[in-house]
């Protein structure tokens, strides 16, 4: 659920590693990105989600991690640790570039431009 507040459209398979249970979700299409969009928005939090995905870069991919118990609450909150453990998010995109700018653009007094 925490998962489903923050994206669409994903499919979910459940893996064990280690005698250790994960979900994995996985997506195609700036739809899927589309809640996560209007969540940055809505909580004015742009240049912080900006800052974190151009930090993290790498190639064709940008990857970070969400608080649990924030998501579950509907909100986005960059964080690399967390009691329940965090959601590693990681996108994809030959223009990944773009996609930054879409999902987080640049912003002066805190309107995009």
């Not at 991690?65 to 990681?90: R, T």
Request: glycine share 8%; net charge negative; aromatic share 8%.
């Amino acid at each position: 659920m925490a998962i489903e507040n923050l994206f669409s459209s994903l499919e979910f398979e459940v893996g064990e590693k280690e005698e250790e249970r994960y979900i994995t979700a996985v997506g195609g299409g700036k739809e899927c990105l589309e809640k996560f969009y209007r969540r940055l928005r809505e909580q004015r939090i742009l240049d912080a989600a900006r800052g974190v995905m151009l930090s993290s870069l790498q190639g064709n991919k940008v990857s970070f991690h969400l608080n649990k118990q924030a998501a579950y609450a509907g909100y986005v909150n960059f964080s690399e640790e967390s009691p329940l453990g965090a959601i590693e998010v990681e996108i994809e995109a030959e223009e990944i570039e773009s996609l930054i700018d879409w999902l987080a653009p640049r912003t002066i007094e805190g309107r995009e431009v």
